[in-house]
T-cell receptor, first 115, second 115 residues
């Protein structure tokens, strides 16, 4: 169990550029989540995958955001035409449901700074 | 919509003193409740959770929390803190119908333990 891995750890970009983040979940975890955390706030739910299917998207996820999880393994989160308001920590979590129980394991996040 | 209030943004305490971190949630129906800890440069880690049953929940690192339905609270306690407990603590709630899929987090409480 190597934990949830997120790359890159930090990303600095200019406004209007596209960025892509990657999340590698714990192997055999079929559920994957993306959250966003801005300074002084708690994490906010963005989207959720079960295997390769994206089952839920928050209204926070505008049409500039797209997330994929091909083959139900790693996931990518792409932000097109970045805005300064996109600056945040993007967190990924994975889990596997066992009976009625489930435990989310979070990665260390990707810190995005849009200049 | 569910929400979580953590009234204390920062709680300073001396080592070996007891501590209580407050959490109130707004929901008139059944809820799942969680406490997560975030150490610097690390991902969120689950401390404990309440799903049902006993209202006193024991977690890792000597922490415990008590679910109080009448007061809609889920305060986190530790009888004697260590320097290593210095971290950000987040309370979260979810709807049992959606399980663990969409956690709603509070804004966090920074616990500062000094010698």
């Amino acid at each position: 169990d190597t934990g949830v891995s997120q790359n890159p750890r930090h990303k600095i970009t200019k406004r209007g550029q596209n960025v892509t983040f990657r999340c590698d979940p714990i192997s055999e975890h079929n559920r994957l989540y993306w959250y966003r955390q801005t300074l002084g706030q708690g994490p906010e739910f963005l989207t959720y995958f079960q295997n390769e299917a994206q089952l839920e998207k928050s209204r926070l996820l505008s049409d500039r955001f797209s997330a994929e999880r091909p083959k139900g393994s790693f996931s990518t989160l792409e932000i097109q035409r970045t805005e300064q308001g996109d600056s945040a920590m993007y967190l990924c979590a994975s889990s596997i449901k066992q009976a009625t129980n489930e435990k989310l394991f979070f990665g260390s996040g990707t810190q995005l700074s849009v200049l | 919509a569910q929400s979580v209030t953590q009234l204390d943004s920062q709680v300073p305490v001396f080592e070996e003193a007891p501590v209580e971190l407050r959490c109130n949630y707004s929901s008139s129906v059944s809820v799942y409740l969680f406490w997560y800890v975030q150490y610097p440069n690390q991902g969120l880690q689950l401390l404990l959770k309440y799903l049902s049953g006993s209202t006193l929940v024991k977690g890792i690192n000597g922490f415990e929390a008590e679910f109080n339905k009448s007061q809609t609270s889920f305060h986190l306690r530790k009888p004697s803190v260590h320097i290593s407990d210095t971290a950000e603590y987040f309370c979260a709630v979810s709807d049992p119908d959606t399980g663990f899929q969409k956690l709603v987090f509070g804004t966090g409480t920074r616990l500062l333990v000094s010698p």
